[in-house]
Every structure is written in C-alpha cells, then in structure tokens.
C-alpha cells in the first residue's frame, strides 16, 4: 500500500503524545489531617467537618467538599501541577468510583495524628486505618486496570504525607495522658518512630515516591495565638517544638532512602514559606494574618465557622488564614507553589 502523507494524522499523533506526555505521575495519593483531607470526613461521625457553607465559597461552583478552606487544598494544587485533575476526591466520598480513584485519590481524615490517640480525640479515622483504605482501594486498582498496570500506577505515583499537627495541639498540649507519660522531646521522637513506621508499611505496600510535610508554624495558627492576650503574637513554644520536630523528620529521610529500596522520598519544608507569609503578609498581598475569615477569626473551625456569623470577610484572599486553625486558599496556594519548585520538582 502506498504510503500518503496525511499531515491532519500526523498532527493528531502529536496531540495524543503530548495528551499522554502530559501527566507526570500517574495519580497522585494522598495521607494526613485536615491540611490535606478533601472530605473522608463527610462519611464518619465527627465534629471534624466542613461539608457547610461558608466552606468551600470559592471552590469550583462555590461547593462546601469537606475541605477546611475556602477553595482548594495543596493535594488539588500540586495533582494540577503534575498535569492531572485540578481537585482530588475523597475515597469514602460514594459519588466517585475506582475509575476517578485510579488518576488520584485522598484517604486523609481531618483531626488525624501519627498517634492513635490523636485520632480518638474527635473520632476520625486514624492513620493505621487510611492504610487499610489504601489497601482496598489496590484491590479495585487491580480488577480496574489488571494487575501489571496497578503496580505501575502504584510505584509511578506521586504519594503526599501532611499530618503532625494535631499530634501536638490537639492532643499533648489539650489532654493530660501523653503529657503524663512523656517529656515533649520524647513524644516528639515517639512520633517520628510512627512516622518511620509508616513509611517502611507503605514502601512495603509499593509507594516509591513519596513526599513527606513537616508541620507548619503552628504557634501563629489564629487558635493559638489567643493565648496571647496583650500582644496576640504567634506562640514562640510552639514553634520552636515545630522545628524540632521538622529537623528529626527531615533526618529521617536519607536515612530512610537508604534503607528501602527504590524509595525517593523527599522532605517537604512548609514551615519557612508559611512564617515568611505570616512575618511579612503584604508582601505577597496580604492585608491580615493575626485573625481567620471566617467568623471573628478568633476560634471559629468547623461547625463553629457558621454561615450565619456576621463577621465573615467578603474578600478571603486578603486573608492568610481562612479560619482559625486552616490557610486560605490564595496563602495555600502560595505554599503550593513552592513546595512544587523546591521539594517536588525532581518528580516532575
Ligand atoms: C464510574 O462512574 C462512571 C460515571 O458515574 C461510570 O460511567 C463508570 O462506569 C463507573 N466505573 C466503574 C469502574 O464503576
Ligand atoms: C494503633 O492502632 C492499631 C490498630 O489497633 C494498632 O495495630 C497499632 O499497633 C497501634 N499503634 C500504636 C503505636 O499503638
């Protein structure tokens, strides 16, 4: 057969390459608290949600998701950013199967920890238990795609791990019982044993590349900062126990790649991004920072962030925070960004 030059074809190979070329990761796969959960929360029984307005007011559609934020959260930012969907959906949420799962998929809970007890705090779902999900969420990968393509999208995957917060504010410093059986030097290295537990679990279950958060500055969280009455400054204790416990997590990870074979897992630093917005607001567009949006901006989380409150902003990009305890959307973004350039470029 003679060979006719169809440049219309040609092109359209060009198309379906660079569609296909496109992606980066196959899917991206999602663990941790609130920073991060895109609405497991809505299924469980908890005080730990946010599937109400005014949450979700500048999300696409202006839709409360069980997101804390007024739009989209670092997994959805960071899935656009490897060239896959802009919003990553929540396993348990029921209006999504293995076919959406398969390109990106969030098993984080809101009000999580590395610490069991943490999880048992507000009754979500606790980090022992995201794994059973992702578990599951394999099996149906593989009757989904077959088990040769499974294993691809399960070692290509790009894995985000956001969670640690809770652990101290929620719990050690809210509740007597870890404080009564550990100095906060020791729960911070008994948290970083669970964290190297769950990053041996999921190497063993075939993550690869995975990027693990350290925690943010969390005595400048507007809840905190109510501590401080006269001055309404960031807790400078909270803070220096972030650091800390950000410099062991991120000496675990030679230590671990190292260890585990194939693993490429990176430490992904939030902490000095998020203390420069919250030093220096205007300079990324910033009007306040000390209060949250939603509300007074004083405590509101949660049921708490109430459509009803007369205080909410109107423009919640002047505000780092959204509510007392969760970045706005435009601050979350920022962070995004930066995380993507610094920590997460090599997988792209
Ligand atoms: C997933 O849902 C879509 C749309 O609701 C449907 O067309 C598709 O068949 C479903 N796929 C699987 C594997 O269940
Ligand atoms: C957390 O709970 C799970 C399930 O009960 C258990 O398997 C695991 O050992 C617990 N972790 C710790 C550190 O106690």
Redesign the pocket.
Known sequence: MAYIYMPWLFLIQILVLVGKSKAKVPAVIVFGDSSVDSGNNNQIQTIAKSNFVPYGRDFFGGHPTGRFSNGRIPPDFISEAFGLKPAIPAYLDPTY????FATGVCFASAGTGYDNATSDVLGVIPLWKEVEYYKDYQKKLKV?AGDEKAKEILSESLYLISVGTNDFLENYYTLPDRQSQFTIEQYQDFLIGLANNFIHTLHGLGARKISLTGVPPMGCLPLERTVNIFDHDCVKEYNNVALEFNGKLKSLVPKLNKELPGLKLVFANAYDIFLQIVKKPSTFGFDVVSVGCCGTGLFEMSYMCDPQSPFTCSDANKYVFWDAFHPSEKATQIISKYLIKNSLAKFL
């Open positions: 199967n293995i076919s959406d989904y």
